[in-house]
């Protein structure tokens, strides 16, 4: 035992020193063994133990006729314009907001956005850990990630203090980062695993809807306080051999496209003040033309890894066949079906015009869609979580098979677009109602969401 004890805490050069100057002999014997051991005793791979979105009680609920309603009493906006904009946003009347914003007036202050932010990071978490009985000192890294709230000391840190993690623990706070952060925290939680072995990593995506609602009137600005609703989840990655059983799926690819160089992409989604001085996030005419242009680049990138030959191929054939035949130009570019890469797709539940460019754009079926309409309606847009809430769905359907693809897409400020790719590599099982945030209502879905929502 005192071998492996000293392979476990010493680097390789200095296992093949010592191993040189034994005079054991079976030296050679171990020093195979040494080297065996630093090669192979701590996997490569990044396991998604497990994952857990927030949800809370029924008197968090708000209707959109509440929203429109509190809206004209408290000067969030022109009732005309909200209602119209609600009405046709694919957001149901189950969604969730902070206890701080229907109030007259509402409670704008630190403290207000303080419990929200405790509320979703706190009761997540813990159900995470105790769903699998996890010491939370067996976390090595801790990465949080909230757009609009940096609080000091950071979201990290909260989660630290709470639950009382080790000293010794990595933290990591992203801020500004948009919608897609979700997944941005999965790639640095990707990176940190490839650099320390035999590591377990928590990361909390949310984005608090109490910290920035805007009061003015410009109406590129006031579309954030119709879309935006409570929402956030903890997941629990790691690159431990010993996970590789009961983890629900294996990381295969992440590409990050980022068009913040181009000032159309960067101007997009922009937090700034209206000429009164009421401070808010812009969402511009042009978000649509520049997600687009983002997730044509992801794709270019994505395709070379996931897609058959035969796809890639037909793309390429069709990208030759128009610059040396110019009537070919007309047809446009040859759109490789990823329905034969992928079993499932979770794009960000942003809204129901991105959804359905997305659907469009890479010609899906309603089924394929489903789980990010059904999201959006049910939790409306919870931002870098709402992938998540999209792939509970699927688990709750019990779609997800062993051996499944899944398609994590997402989109953000900057303007930035990522994609997950994941293998399922066990059977996904719902032990309890805590353990899907569907669970106890997936029975009702899916639905037929109208055109114009009643209220």
Not at 186 to 213: C, F, G, I, Q, W
Not at 284 to 298: C, D, F, H
Not at 302 to 312: G, H, K, W
Not at 315 to 334: H, M
Request: charge should be positive; aromatic fraction near 10%.
């Amino acid at each position: 035992m005192e071998i492996f004890n000293i392979l476990e805490n010493s680097n390789l050069i200095e296992v093949l020193i010592l191993l040189y100057h034994s005079k054991h002999l079976t030296v050679i014997a171990l020093t195979a063994i040494a080297i065996y051991f630093w090669l192979f005793r701590s996997s490569k791979h990044v396991y998604l133990v497990d994952f857990i979105c927030f949800r809370t009680s029924n008197s968090y609920r708000t209707p959109i006729s509440g929203i429109i309603e509190h809206s004209e009493l408290d000067g969030f906006g022109t009732g005309e314009f909200l209602t119209k904009v609600l009405e046709r946003s694919g957001i149901g009347n189950e969604c969730y907001v902070p206890s701080s914003i229907p109030v007259l007036p509402s409670d704008l202050s630190l403290n207000s956005t303080m419990e929200e932010l405790k509320m979703v990071i706190f009761s997540t978490v813990s159900d995470l850990f105790t769903k699998h009985k996890l010491n939370p000192r067996s976390i090595d890294v801790v990465i949080t990630n909230c757009s609009l709230v940096c609080p000091v000391p950071s979201l990290a840190t909260m989660i630290i203090n709470k639950f009382g993690l080790r000293s010794n623990v990595m933290s990591f706070n992203l801020s500004g980062m948009g919608c897609s952060a979700g997944l941005l925290s999965v790639s640095l939680a990707k990176d940190l695993l490839r650099v320390h072995k035999n590591s377990t990593v928590l990361v909390m995506s949310m984005e608090s809807v109490s910290s920035n609602p805007y009061k003015g009137k410009v109406k590129s600005m006031l579309l954030a306080n119709c879309l935006f609703r409570m929402g956030g989840v903890a997941i629990l990655l790691s690159n431990k051999t010993n996970y590789k059983h009961i983890a629900k799926y294996e990381l295969r690819h992440l590409t990050r496209t980022h068009l913040g160089s181009k000032d159309t992409a960067y101007k997009c989604v922009f937090q700034e003040a209206d000429e009164e001085g009421c401070i808010g996030v812009s969402l511009s005419r042009s978000i649509l033309q520049v997600a687009g242009e983002a997730m044509k680049t992801n794709m270019s990138t994505l395709a070379a890894f996931v897609l058959p030959y035969s796809e890639i191929i037909k793309y390429g054939l069709s990208i030759t066949w128009k610059k040396f035949w110019p009537p070919a130009r007309k047809r446009g570019t040859y759109i490789p079906d990823f329905r034969k890469a992928f079993d499932h797709f979770c794009v960000h539940a942003g809204g129901k015009a991105v959804i359905d460019a997305i659907k469009e754009s890479l010609k899906l079926k309603d089924r394929d869609v489903e789980a990010s309409k059904m999201t959006l309606y049910r939790f409306g847009n919870t931002s870098s979580s709402s992938v998540w809430y999209s792939l509970s769905y699927l688990e709750a359907k019990g779609r997800v098979r062993k051996g499944d693809m899944i398609w994590q897409l997402g989109f953000g400020s900057g303007f930035k677009c990522n994609s997950a790719v994941w293998k399922c590599i066990s059977k996904v099982k719902l032990e309890n109602c805590c353990s899907n945030v569907w669970s106890e209502f997936i029975h009702q879905y899916p639905i037929e969401v109208p055109d114009v929502i009643d209220h």
